[in-house]
């Protein structure tokens, strides 16, 4: 196998998915020599498989608005992989949703589920509606809609969705509910469920604090204290407040926030009393970040910039979307010191910006080790439902903090360089490899 090759071929075969093909490259960089060793792999074209998803839904979906309108949207499921356990993967509500994000997405899913040790293949779903703007029962009818078309496909042991950007407990609730009354059953086909229907405790905090467990994990390689360094986050959704969170409790500086409109700075860190105004404001009133201004004008709110050239951070957290981090932004936050990155959201990074973190050699932890958090959480979920028990949130969040320090481990293993350095990107994905790898073998030509 030739990535050059293979990626090219690709790009062939599916043109225009500029996302899907930059992950593939990344992926497929990584595990080359590894593939290679093993000729097995390449007479049975194991790598064309593993990149090509099982199978893609798509479908549109009619829905009414408010004033009577009949509004159309775009929707999808990607079934990526199933090898080492059902589909799992959350669902995307965004404008700007399109194939090639979600094949991106399921792809670099079916690599992360392998990494947390539990029984998941990749997945990921979405449409381009965006929840923003809507009313509690325009997002309920949309999410009907969606789940009328799809709720054939899925199942606790087919393909078990969960939330991502612009999917959380409200959505989640109202496919589920839907999904319910189709399937006629009582079941765990998703995750993210609301505690009163088998939801799981920590799972909205999960990402958020698997990310703060692994930087931690990367930290500790170096004798470093979490306590008082200046951690900027960009978002402000479920992944970065519950980062934010955590980071507080655990005595660091977050210096911002942001969300699509522009980013808050506080030079200082937020104090425990701003975050928390900010995490009610998110979390509970679907407002937006530059309201907080009027509540505390000391902090800085920038319209249409990411924080990462505004304010000077030891440790970057990216936990808004893909490709937030170019090369530019790269270079700033080296330039001023910043000496971890550990990505909250799925691919936020550039090749670019990813090349200048590695060549710099500072700690870079990819969102499919560092993220990996959520969906390890959403496999606990599924467990629960599987028992037909709840456990305690200390027992949830001890797994969760067990199952980061185990994929810190896999990184090491596979991305150690010799030097001491450590490759996370490289170690992340040929242990994520490794695992399908050896059970699409296993389980012949499918
Ligand atoms: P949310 O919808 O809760 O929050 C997303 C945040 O990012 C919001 O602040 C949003 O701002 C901002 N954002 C979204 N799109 C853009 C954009 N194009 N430009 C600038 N800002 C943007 O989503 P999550 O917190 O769940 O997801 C954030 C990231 O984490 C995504 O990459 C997701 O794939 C990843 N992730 C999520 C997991 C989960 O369990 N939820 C698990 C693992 C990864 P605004 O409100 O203005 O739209
Ligand atoms: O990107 C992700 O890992 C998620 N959005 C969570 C998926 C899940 O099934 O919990």
Redesign the pocket.
Known sequence: MKTSEVISELMRRFPNEPEYHQAVEEVLTSIEDVYNKHPEFERVNLIERLCIPDRIFTFRVSWVDDSGKVRNNMAYRVQHNNAIGPYKG?I?F?S?VNLSILKF?AFEQTF?NSLTTLAMGGAKGGSDF?P?GKSNMEVMRFCQAYIAELWRHIGADTDVP???????AREVGYMYGYYKKMAREFTGTFT?KGLTFGGSLI?PE???YGNCYFLLNMLATKGIDIKGKRVAI????????YTAKKLLQLGAKVVS?????GSLIAPDGFTQEQFDHIFEL?TYMRG??YEVVDTYPDLKYYERK?PWKLVQCDIAMP????N?IDGSDADALLANGCFAVSE?????STKEAVHKFLAAKILYAP?KAA?????A??GLEMAQNSQKLSWSAEEVDKKLSDIMANIHAQCVRYGNEGDGYVNYVKGANIAGFMKVAEAMMAQGVL
Do not use: F, Y
């Open positions: 959350g995307r965004h700007s997405l992360k965006s923003r969960a939330g991502d950007i612009g999917v959380g993210g799972r999960a990402t958020g960009s978002g402000s959704g479920n992944v970065a407040t926030m942001s969300d699509s409109d998110k937006r970040l990411r936990s808004a979307t893909q937030e909250g959201a799925n691919m936020p969102g993220n990996a958090g959520g969906v959480t959403s």
